[in-house]
């Protein structure tokens, strides 16, 4: 587990939990891996109690499954999660950008612009699959911000905690971060021409095609998913 600096502004709940869904998305923590209290506590020179408070907090998000008496362990990617999640995204995100396109907002054009430099940055160096996702949920939250929607990303991403470790993992497999970046400069070319012919083709291909590769990343980690069945 990689474990972080602690900030002064943080609670050792707020660290540990910090800690934790940071090793959990990344996959550091890998679906079905038990999780020891005492170990945890060790690790991160905290008493137990914050640790089982930001574990409780995680379970909320479906991060973990807290087992009264036995053991903690990282929850498995539920692909039923998954697809609410994509279907939930890609419904309300395609509205956003229909609202997005309504208006010019050359200011959105550039930030959204400086983001994607800084992922071009984060490819140039190399693959770095979590500094790059962090600037590509930067990019997407500044859409949400431009017409006052900032509270249906935060839900949007509560929903997908399931979405975002399978979309980690198929990058690791499947997806050059390239096609990635390249899709980031089509969508700012859409913002910037005002072209609402373009969001469903964009959508279909950054946030749905995500799931394509299911019964291929299924084979190959089989161990990390909720049987199908269940």
């Given at each position: 587990?990689k474990?972080l600096?602690?900030?002064?502004?943080?609670?050792?709940r707020q660290?540990?939990?910090r800690?934790?869904?940071?090793?959990i998305?990344?996959?550091?923590l890998?679906?079905g891996?038990?999780?020891?209290?005492?170990e945890?506590?060790e690790?991160?020179k905290i008493?137990r109690?914050p640790?089982?408070?930001a574990?409780i907090?995680l379970?909320q998000?479906?991060?973990v499954v807290?087992q009264?008496?036995?053991?903690?362990?990282?929850?498995?990617i539920?692909?039923?999660?998954v697809?609410?999640?994509?279907?939930v995204r890609?419904?309300?995100?395609?509205?956003?950008l229909?609202?997005?396109?309504q208006t010019p907002?050359?200011?959105l054009?550039t930030?959204?612009?400086?983001?994607v430099e800084?992922?071009?940055?984060v490819?140039?160096?190399?693959?770095?699959?979590?500094a790059?996702?962090?600037?590509?949920n930067?990019?997407?939250?500044?859409?949400y911000?431009?017409?006052?929607?900032?509270?249906?990303w935060?839900?949007?991403e509560g929903?997908?905690?399931?979405y975002n470790?399978f979309?980690?993992?198929?990058?690791?497999?499947?997806?050059?971060?390239?096609?990635?970046?390249k899709q980031?400069?089509?969508?700012i070319?859409?913002?910037q021409?005002?072209d609402?012919?373009?969001?469903?083709?964009?959508?279909?291909?950054?946030?749905?095609?995500?799931s394509?590769?299911?019964?291929e990343?299924?084979?190959k980690h089989?161990?990390?998913f909720?049987?199908?069945?269940?």
């Open positions: 587990m474990v600096e602690s900030l002064n502004s943080e609670s050792a660290y540990a939990y800690v934790l869904r940071s090793n998305m990344n996959l550091t890998i679906p891996q038990g999780i020891s209290e005492p945890l506590a690790e991160l008493s109690t640790v089982r408070e574990l907090l379970e998000e479906a991060l807290i009264p008496k036995r053991k903690t362990i990282v929850s498995k539920d692909m039923k999660k697809q609410n999640a994509i279907f890609a419904t309300l995100e395609q509205e956003i229909r609202m997005v396109v907002n050359q200011q054009v930030e959204m612009s400086q983001l800084l992922q071009k940055l490819l140039n160096a190399g693959d770095n699959l979590s790059f996702y962090a600037l590509d930067q990019f997407h939250l500044l859409i911000e431009a017409v006052e929607k900032e509270a249906v935060s839900m949007i929903l997908s905690t399931h470790r979309r980690q993992l198929n990058a690791i497999e499947n997806i050059s971060l390239s096609d990635v970046f980031h400069r089509e969508l070319d859409l913002i021409r005002q609402a012919s373009g969001i469903e083709t964009f959508i279909n291909g950054h946030i749905k095609d995500v394509h590769h299911f019964n990343v299924y084979q089989s161990d990390y909720v049987a199908i069945n269940e």
